[in-house]
């Protein structure tokens, strides 16, 4: 049980939750029917997800072979946060919500696809596109060391936050001017915002064409999405759900890592995250917006090789490159765990991974701590949950975990037999995953 004191504690500035979740939620009518005795489990645990007070709003979307099995939302996208007591504005299926850093995934599929198109290679030095990046012995970092967060370069300078981010060339020249904290290669840790602009700087500079217009011929038009953009426009700023802090303060050390790795404190990024210098602008590591669905339909051609509806939007070898590890599990020195990379995804487990337990070939990303993008060839699913409060600690935890439990233990892998030829190499077992 927990104690009186310390509930008391963890239901400080969460969202007052409504008696009939059913007036707040959301069903897509296109769903594929026969699979309730799966599914309605998985969205009970969402909705607990939800009763935690945790999440103003919270989306997730499933497809299976393409085929949308789930996709609904639950909660409010504005008006309905902790201490706010008017009606709110539902959480529509289509509403754009942040990605925050499964973000970075986006970017590194576009430059993944550069490479793909011969504009670029993955294993050039940075500064064969950004000559002025060499300064301070970043000579011989490489593109692919960026993805993997492996440059040396997890944060700006302390000077230097998030909320400077709408100016690029700023941006750009504070990166290039500054020290990395290890040689390129023998240090992961995370890079949080400053991977995205290189990364973003090095498409433009290679084909001459601004990142949102790359976003938009290598996915938004060849899979039909409606928002899915760096930013949105600002006709739609008051579309967007809001983001909102929640839970208690976060404990000392994982304040500490949040401000190293952001520039400012937790709780001052999400509400920046709310204000026009995060909404229209771009930022490639962390402000696609997008709805659960778009996501999901993403990461559904993704674990499909790279096809959607019949059409090979990406050759089934870059997607093998997305999804392959980049070396060994190795502890990153921002968030203090240890994980296993590619270039530009996080990689699941046998054991147990972001993406709950045992699956060794899911790719994606997490972000803001809740969020979460993937795609799992062996069980042939695709998964985005998109919530909306940010907190790191507290009771939302437990259901969240049951959720990817849920999701995990739902759909049965696949053997090795039965699996798409262009998966063939990647890890599976314990022994390969190390």
Same mark, same amino acid.
């Given at each position: 049980?927990?104690?009186?004191?310390?509930?008391?504690?963890?239901?400080?500035? =969460?969202?007052?939750v409504?008696?009939?979740?059913?007036?707040?939620? &959301?069903?897509?009518?296109r769903?594929?029917?026969?699979?309730?005795?799966? #599914?309605?489990?998985?969205?009970?645990? +969402?909705?607990?997800?939800?009763?935690?007070?945790?999440?103003?709003?919270?989306?997730?979307?499933?497809?299976?072979?393409?085929?949308?099995?789930?996709?609904?939302?639950?909660?409010?996208?504005?008006?309905?946060?902790?201490?706010?007591?008017?009606?709110?504005?539902?959480?529509?299926? $289509?509403?754009?919500i942040?990605? %925050?850093?499964?973000?970075?995934?986006?970017?590194?599929?576009?430059? @993944?696809?550069?490479a793909?198109?011969?504009?670029?290679?993955?294993h $050039?030095?940075?500064?064969?596109?950004?000559?002025?990046? /060499?300064?301070?012995g970043? @000579?011989?970092?490489?593109?692919?060391?960026?993805?993997?967060?492996?440059?040396?370069?997890?944060?700006?300078p302390?000077?230097?936050g998030?909320? @400077?981010?709408s100016?690029?060339?700023?941006?750009?020249?504070?990166?290039?001017?500054?020290?990395?904290?290890?040689?390129?290669?023998?240090?992961?840790?995370?890079? +949080?915002? =400053?991977?995205?602009?290189?990364?973003?700087?090095?498409?433009?500079?290679?084909?001459?064409?601004?990142?949102? !217009?790359?976003?938009?011929?290598? #996915? &938004?038009?060849?899979?039909? #999405?409606? $928002?899915f953009?760096?930013?949105?426009?600002?006709? $739609?700023?008051?579309?967007?759900?809001?983001?909102?802090? =929640?839970?208690?303060?976060?404990?000392?050390?994982?304040?500490?890592?949040?401000?190293?790795?952001?520039?400012?404190?937790?709780?001052?990024?999400?509400?920046?995250?709310?204000?026009?210098? %995060?909404?229209?602008n771009?930022?490639? +590591?962390?402000?696609i917006?997008?709805?659960?669905?778009?996501?999901c339909?993403?990461?559904?051609?993704?674990? *499909?090789?790279?096809?959607?509806?019949?059409r090979?939007?990406?050759?089934?070898?870059?997607?093998? =490159?997305?999804?392959?590890p980049?070396g060994?599990?190795?502890? !990153?020195?921002?968030?203090?765990?240890?994980?296993?990379?590619?270039?530009?995804?996080?990689?699941?487990h046998?054991?147990?991974?972001?993406?709950?337990?045992?699956?060794?070939?899911?790719?994606?990303?997490?972000?803001f #701590? *809740?969020?979460?993008?993937?795609?799992?060839?062996?069980? !042939?699913?695709?998964?985005?949950?998109?919530?909306?409060?940010?907190a790191?600690?507290?009771? @939302?935890?437990?259901?969240?975990?049951?959720?990817?439990?849920?999701?995990?233990?739902?759909? /049965?892998?696949?053997?090795?037999?039965?699996?798409? /030829?262009?998966?063939?190499?990647?890890?599976?077992?314990?022994?390969?995953a190390?």
């Amino acid at each position: 049980m927990i104690s009186n004191p310390l509930r008391r504690h963890y239901e400080r500035n =969460t969202v007052a939750v409504p008696e009939d979740l059913q007036a707040i939620q &959301r069903r897509d009518e296109r769903e594929v029917g026969g699979r309730e005795g799966l #599914l309605e489990p998985i969205w009970a645990a +969402a909705e607990d997800l939800y009763r935690s007070g945790y999440h103003p709003g919270v989306g997730l979307c499933i497809r299976q072979g393409g085929e949308l099995l789930l996709n609904r939302t639950i909660g409010h996208a504005r008006g309905h946060g902790p201490g706010e007591e008017g009606p709110g504005a539902p959480l529509e299926l $289509d509403t754009p919500i942040s990605l %925050f850093s499964s973000s970075k995934a986006i970017t590194a599929l576009l430059v @993944h696809q550069l490479a793909a198109e011969g504009h670029l290679s993955l294993h $050039d030095p940075v500064c064969e596109y950004i000559p002025e990046f /060499a300064a301070q012995g970043k @000579h011989r970092t490489t593109v692919e060391q960026v993805l993997a967060h492996q440059a040396g370069i997890p944060s700006f300078p302390t000077e230097f936050g998030i909320e @400077h981010a709408s100016d690029w060339d700023a941006v750009i020249d504070v990166l290039c001017r500054m020290p990395p904290i290890a040689k390129a290669g023998r240090m992961t840790a995370y890079h +949080a915002i =400053t991977g995205g602009f290189v990364l973003g700087e090095v498409a433009q500079r290679a084909t001459g064409e601004a990142l949102p !217009d790359i976003l938009d011929r290598v #996915l &938004r038009t060849p899979l039909g #999405l409606k $928002d899915f953009r760096y930013g949105v426009r600002p006709e $739609d700023n008051d579309r967007v759900a809001l983001n909102y802090f =929640t839970g208690p303060p976060l404990p000392a050390p994982l304040a500490w890592m949040a401000k190293k790795a952001l520039g400012i404190p937790f709780e001052e990024a999400c509400a920046v995250s709310n204000e026009t210098v %995060f909404l229209n602008n771009v930022i490639p +590591a962390g402000n696609i917006y997008g709805s659960a669905e778009e996501a999901c339909r993403v990461f559904a051609m993704l674990g *499909n090789g790279g096809r959607w509806e019949g059409r090979q939007v990406m050759a089934e070898d870059t997607v093998r =490159t997305l999804a392959a590890p980049f070396g060994r599990i190795r502890y !990153d020195r921002m968030l203090r765990i240890p994980i296993r990379y590619s270039r530009g995804f996080m990689l699941g487990h046998p054991v147990l991974s972001l993406y709950g337990p045992r699956n060794p070939l899911a790719f994606g990303h997490l972000g803001f #701590l *809740n969020i979460l993008c993937w795609a799992d060839p062996e069980r !042939d699913i695709a998964v985005s949950l998109l919530t909306t409060g940010k907190a790191a600690v507290g009771p @939302h935890l437990a259901p969240l975990s049951r959720l990817l439990a849920l999701i995990n233990g739902g759909f /049965a892998q696949r053997p090795a037999r039965d699996l798409p /030829a262009w998966t063939a190499g990647l890890p599976r077992g314990l022994a390969a995953a190390w």
